[in-house]
């Protein structure tokens, strides 16, 4: 199996079988992106336990890329830290937009590293990342 493959077998994986999609009960925050260009629309809801994304979920619609990566990346933060998800966020941005390679706790979301070849997919392929951005770093109210 080349590489290629296996990178796409994921993405519709995770396109066709999202996790974490829906919504969750007592959410602390909810995003709502749209990716005027092709459509997409996600609403992304996060539950935090003090600094921690104690539960993440989405829903939506959108493209196999943007499905792929917003189910790909709740399952990344979901449970950890704000600050890593921040830092996460800031390698997952850099690797679609530059190329620069991911490390290797980007797990699955590596998927995406060449999507930066197609600049028209970047907006897909960032659109919950986005959405994750603004959610854990708004101030409560």
């Known amino acids: ?20 999609y829906g919504m969750i009960e007592n959410k602390d925050r909810e995003v709502h992106l749209t990716n005027s260009s092709c ?56 690797m679609v937009r530059s190329g620069k390679k991911p490390s290797s706790f980007l797990k699955d979301a590596r998927v995406f590293e060449g999507v930066s070849q197609y600049p028209l997919r970047v907006k897909c392929a ?4 986005h959405a994750l951005k603004k959610a854990i770093t708004i101030e409560e109210k």
Not at 1 to 20: A, C, F, G, V, W
Not at 59 to 72: F, K, L, M, R, V
Not at 126 to 129: G, P, R
């Open 1 to 20: 199996m080349d590489i290629s493959d296996l990178y796409t077998e994921i993405i519709m994986d995770h396109q066709k079988n999202p996790r974490n």
């Open 39 to 94: 459509g997409d629309e996600i609403f992304l809801q996060v539950k935090l336990n003090r600094e921690k994304i104690q539960d993440i979920a989405f829903y939506g619609h959108g493209c196999a890329i943007c499905t792929a990566s917003a189910s790909i990346m709740t399952d990344l933060v979901k449970g950890i830290s704000r600050e890593k998800a921040l830092e996460f966020y800031e390698e997952f941005i850099q």
């Open 126 to 129: 960032t659109l919950a990342w």
